[in-house]
Structures are given as C-alpha cells and as structure tokens.
C-alpha cells in the first residue's frame, strides 16, 4: 500500500495546493485559466508526444484493446443517461451530460503522468490509444443527445469534427505515432526543449485542475452526483475487469493501464461542455470536483490492487 500511495498521494496533493492556492487569494480566476491554458496547449501536449513517439510502432495501432475498451465506455455512458433519465426524471440533452459526467475519466490531467510514473514509459501508448478513442467516441455520443435540441445536426456534427481535430493533446498524439512509425527523430536542441517542457507536465496540469476546479458550485443534488461518482469511480474499472476476463488476449500492463484510467475522476472537460451547451453546468462542474475528493480513497485502492495485491490473476 506504500508504493500506491507514494504514487498517488503527490498527485491529489498537487490538485489541492492548486485548490489552496485559490483559496487564500494567491492565485484569481484569470489565472486559473491561463495556467490550464498553458497546461492544455504546451505542456501535455510535449509530455504525450516524447513518451509516444519513443514507443514501439507495433504497439501502436492495438484495436484489440480499443473495442474493449470502448466497449466499456458505451455501456457506461448509456447506461448511465438512461437511469438518470428514468431516476432524476432528466431531459435528453441533461441525461446526455450525466451519462458524459459518469464515463469521462481525467486521463488528460491525471491518468497520463499517473500511469507513465505507476508502469513506466511504456504505459503511454495505451494511454494515447485510451485518449484518442475515448474523445471521438463520447464527443459523438454527448452530440447525439444533445444535437435534436441544437437546430442542424450536421452543423454541430461539424462543429464536434472541427474541435476534435484541433485538440492539441490529439495533434501531439498523432505526430507522436508519425514519428514512431517512421523512426524520425528530433534535431537534438529541439528535443531537448521538447522533454524540458515535457517534464513540467504532471504539476503544472495537476495544479491548474485544482485551481480549475476550486470556487465551482456545490448544489443539492446528492442523489444524482452520488450515483455519477459511483459509475466513474467504481462501476467503471469493475466493468472493465470483467470484459477483459470474458475476452482475453490483452497484455497484462495494458489491462491495468485501461483499469487505472477507468478509475479516476470526472474530467475538467464535461464541465467544460457542459459551459459550451448550457446544459447541466452547475451539476457537471459539482460532479467533477466531488468525485476528485472522493478518489483520493479510490484511486490509491485500485492502484494498490493493481500494483502490489495482483488483483488480476488472469492468463493472457
């Protein structure tokens, strides 16, 4: 349990000095934007390309582990809309929202160094592969909600394939894979200010997500984040353990990678979206930072598992 926590207690630690130093002032709103700005567009986006495009091109394209994954993500996410739909008596365009809040992990700011650190380097191609999938699968799933209610389809279809395209952390991924699979490198300074960047990754995004989340609305509804933070945080890696048992065929260290990643909290990004559709903001933005306090037990648990008590004894 030490090693788990030696892991993960830096992290949540990170995302609450983050939260502190919102808290006494030291840092305002504006600030928080610029520093997940800067986390979003340069840092992240450094840290996923130097750790991809060093990995074995073989590994890359793993679509075995991809429907498995996304799989799970599906029955998360629909099952998810269609209880609180049924339970919270919620439009479609919220119960879109909620079913996004229960299957988006915060593999962006959480899951990529966390798992890089708790399995090595090697843990970032499915990491990439999780990222990649995961966007396009849940960005289509949240605009197929929301859309009947947004006027043209095809325009926010369009509008949903325009932002994906410009993620940066999907554009660093990409040239990542390039650059794996043609053995092109870096000129030696840029690689040098390329993993110098890199490095900042972990607490500069860890910190601007507690800034991000500190000051977001706490509303009543402890029926409805209850049962968000039960999908992502338990509900989710259960799944997950259970298709990769009833498929098997996957490397052990992608298994665990998947189910680290299916263990973290709701990502900054629905909160996001959320904003973007004016659609079930104040309980998004409530989602994400009560399941953020809630895995600072869930997460050092599962890694725990995952780590020293072999959870998984499954043969591949």
């Known amino acids: 349990m030490i090693e788990a926590l030696t892991l993960s207690v830096p992290f949540f630690a990170l995302i609450f000095m983050g939260m502190g130093s919102r808290m006494i002032g030291f840092f305002d709103d504006s600030a928080a934007k610029h520093l997940s700005r800067f986390a979003f567009f340069i840092v992240l986006p450094a840290f996923m390309f130097i750790n991809v495009a060093k990995s074995d091109a073989s590994d890359i394209l793993n679509w075995g582990f991809v429907w498995r994954y996304e799989l799970s993500t599906l029955i998360i996410f629909l099952s998810s809309a269609g209880v609180g739909a049924v339970l919270f008596r919620l439009t479609t365009r919220e119960s879109g929202v909620f079913g996004l809040a229960s299957a988006y992990p915060n593999y962006g700011y959480m899951g990529v160094p966390l798992a890089i650190m708790a399995f090595g380097a090697e843990a970032a191609i499915p990491m990439a592969l999780i990222l990649m999938a995961d966007t396009i699968v849940l960005l289509a799933l949240v605009a197929a909600f929301v859309a009947p209610r947004q006027g043209n389809p095809a325009m926010v279809m369009l509008n949903i394939i325009k932002t994906m395209i410009s993620n940066p952390l999907l554009i660093s991924l990409v040239f990542g894979v390039i650059f794996a699979m043609t053995g092109m ?119 725990y598992l995952l780590i020293e008590a072999k959870m998984l004894f499954l043969t591949y």
């Open 185 to 303: 490198q870096l000129p030696v300074m840029l690689d040098n200010l390329v993993n110098i960047i890199a490095g900042a990754a972990a607490p500069t995004a860890l910190f601007a997500l507690g800034m991000t989340l500190y000051g977001q609305p706490i509303k009543s509804a402890v029926g409805e984040i209850s049962l968000i933070s039960l999908w992502r945080l338990i509900v989710h890696p259960v799944l997950l353990i259970a298709i990769f048992a009833l498929f098997p065929g996957q490397d052990m260290l992608w298994i665990n990678v998947a189910i680290l990643s299916a263990s973290l909290p709701v990502a900054a990004n629905v909160y996001m979206l959320a904003q973007h559709y004016n659609i079930y903001v104040g309980r998004a933005a409530t989602s994400c930072l009560i399941s953020t306090i809630i895995a600072t037990i869930t997460v050092p648990v599962c890694l």
